[in-house]
């Protein structure tokens, strides 16, 4: 793990994909991005992290019967006290909150309406890695309880646009002002609600076209945000969802 500067309160920190398959998934996004895989061995169980541009973003691990998907971890003040108001605004803990002594003490929260998501506090001082993981977007039956409930457990406020023919568009914001994610109502009803990363490719049209040759299955293909970028939304070969993103 890196060391740095004191990470910001409510700021992505860590992404983990869990997976049916942790060998597909490895092979799939390093060739697509370039990605190098560094083993850490925390104790019986090797945890292998996802490393690029000399530092570590991420890691993946194997899903526990589920489905595939990505997990951000957000820096918390303090993890109990994010489960214990979570809780009370009507969300779930999976499983039980844990640690490690060189890493932290985290908690996998699953909000209201379905989506999963992380409070870790780490035990080391940590800028957020950035290059790769770019932006986190939660789509979600509803909006404004999302908004009261990510407000009330990890401190943003929001702030919505509107994109026209695309809907309102929220900004989730930290404490110091700056944004934190996204917020977007589902276009589809059904399933549970859910958080996105979007993964940094110096072109989007190229790596969309790779990730379908490795077995990837396109959602929305690629587009552009005016002022923002160009991005699409695709399904790895083991089922997680997640996003191509250029920015403009």
């Given at each position: 793990?890196?060391?740095?500067?004191?990470?910001?309160?409510?700021?992505?920190?860590?992404?983990?994909?869990?997976?049916?398959?942790?060998?597909?998934?490895?092979?799939?996004?390093?060739?697509?991005?370039?990605?190098?895989?560094?083993?850490?061995?925390?104790?019986?169980?090797?945890?292998?992290?996802?490393?690029?541009?000399?530092?570590?973003?991420?890691?993946?691990?194997?899903?526990?019967?589920?489905?595939?998907?990505?997990?951000?971890?957000?820096?918390?003040?303090?993890?109990?006290?994010?489960?214990?108001?979570?809780?009370?605004?009507?969300?779930?803990?999976?499983?039980?909150?844990?640690?490690?002594?060189?890493?932290?003490?985290?908690?996998?929260?699953?909000?209201?309406?379905?989506?999963?998501?992380?409070?870790?506090?780490?035990?080391?001082?940590?800028?957020?890695?950035?290059?790769?993981?770019?932006?986190?977007?939660?789509?979600?039956?509803?909006?404004?309880?999302?908004?009261?409930?990510?407000?009330?457990?990890?401190?943003?406020?929001t702030e919505d646009m509107d994109m026209g023919e695309m809907g309102t568009y929220t900004l989730f914001k930290r404490a110091d002002g700056e944004n934190a994610a996204g917020l977007?109502?589902?276009?589809?009803?059904?399933?549970?609600?859910?958080?996105?990363?979007?993964?940094?490719?110096?072109?989007?049209?190229?790596?969309?076209?790779?990730?379908?040759?490795?077995g990837a299955q396109t959602f929305f293909e690629p587009m552009d945000v005016e002022t923002v970028g160009r991005f699409a939304v695709l399904a790895d070969p083991t089922g997680a969802?997640?996003?191509?993103?250029?920015?403009?």
């Open positions: 793990m890196s060391t740095g500067v004191q990470t910001q309160v409510g700021q992505f920190i860590w992404h983990d994909l869990l997976t049916t398959d942790v060998e597909r998934a490895q092979s799939f996004y390093t060739e697509l991005l370039g990605w190098e895989v560094e083993t850490w061995k925390p104790g019986e169980v090797d945890y292998p992290m996802i490393k690029a541009n000399g530092a570590q973003h991420g890691g993946f691990g194997p899903v526990e019967g589920g489905a595939s998907h990505w997990i951000g971890h957000l820096f918390a003040e303090d993890v109990d006290e994010a489960v214990a108001t979570a809780q009370r605004e009507g969300g779930t803990i999976r499983g039980e909150p844990g640690g490690h002594p060189e890493v932290g003490r985290w908690a996998t929260i699953v909000d209201p309406q379905g989506a999963e998501i992380s409070a870790f506090r780490p035990n080391y001082d940590s800028p957020a890695p950035a290059g790769v993981f770019l932006w986190d977007e939660l789509l979600t039956d509803d909006v404004a309880k999302a908004k009261g409930f990510y407000g009330s457990v990890f401190g943003w406020t977007m109502q589902k276009r589809e009803s059904g399933g549970p609600a859910a958080w996105i990363p979007y993964l940094g490719a110096d072109d989007v049209d190229a790596a969309v076209a790779k990730a379908r040759e490795l969802t997640f996003g191509l993103y250029k920015q403009a």
